[in-house]
T-cell receptor
């Protein structure tokens, strides 16, 4: 059974801390892995990763994929209260259709 | 439109009633997805439309759930004889072409509460 597991489920840090969020997967016909940030309503797209070892970076956020060990990490440096959100990981599998399998998310709370 | 639009944003209904949820994808996007998010849970895939192909309905939890997409654009998710366990946020997403390298763009969702 295809699955995506995120850890930790929740995390509380203080502003300025660095956090690492994990996403591991077991999906047949893997094609890509995506990270989303969900604050109140619509998840918003952060990164898409298709190749191992190539870091994607946007400001204080960065992510990397390991296709051999089947996981990805999302790093956030110098966290701010605006980073508080649920971070979702999704893996795309291509069998008959392109299915996006989502993990249950990591809830990050950044305290002032 | 500029983004994925869903309506209504909130819906409260009595158990046993039917509801219709609407999704208007980003203009030009050929792929459309419906997901369900229960409190504290991840996104559960429901159904996927791609162009004129037959939809992938493998995620629909029961035959009370159905969806259609007219003219390759607007989609309607219908839940018949609603049950309390149907209470959740129903998210619609679209992507440019449904390919693995086309990210999903989500709407704000419809929060459904069945009393």
């Amino acid at each position: 059974e295809d699955k995506v597991v995120q850890s930790p489920l929740s995390l509380v840090v203080h502003e300025g801390d660095t956090v690492t969020l994990n996403c591991s997967y077991e999906v047949t016909n893997f094609r890509s892995l995506l990270w989303y940030k969900q604050e109140k309503k619509a998840p918003t797209f952060l990164f898409m990763l298709t190749s191992s070892g190539i870091e994607k970076k946007s400001g204080r956020l960065s992510s990397i994929l390991d296709k051999k060990e089947l996981f990805s990490i999302l790093n956030i440096t110098a966290t701010q209260t605006g980073d508080s959100a649920v971070y979702l990981c999704a893996v795309v599998s291509t069998y008959n259709f392109n299915k996006f399998y989502f993990g249950s998310g990591t809830k990050l709370n950044v305290k002032p | 439109g500029a983004g994925v639009s869903q309506s209504p944003s909130n819906k409260v209904t009595e158990k046993g009633k039917d509801v219709e949820l609407r999704c208007d994808p980003i203009s030009g996007h050929t792929a459309l997805y419906w997901y369900r998010q229960s409190l504290g849970q991840g996104l559960e895939f429901l159904i996927y439309f791609q162009g004129n192909s037959a939809p992938d309905k493998s995620g629909l939890p029961s035959d009370r759930f159905s969806a259609e997409r007219t003219g390759g654009s607007v989609s309607t998710l219908t839940i018949q004889r609603t049950q309390q366990e149907d209470s959740a946020v129903y998210l619609c997403a679209s992507s440019r072409d449904g390919r693995y390298n086309s990210p999903l763009h989500f709407g704000n969702g419809t929060r459904l509460t069945v009393t």
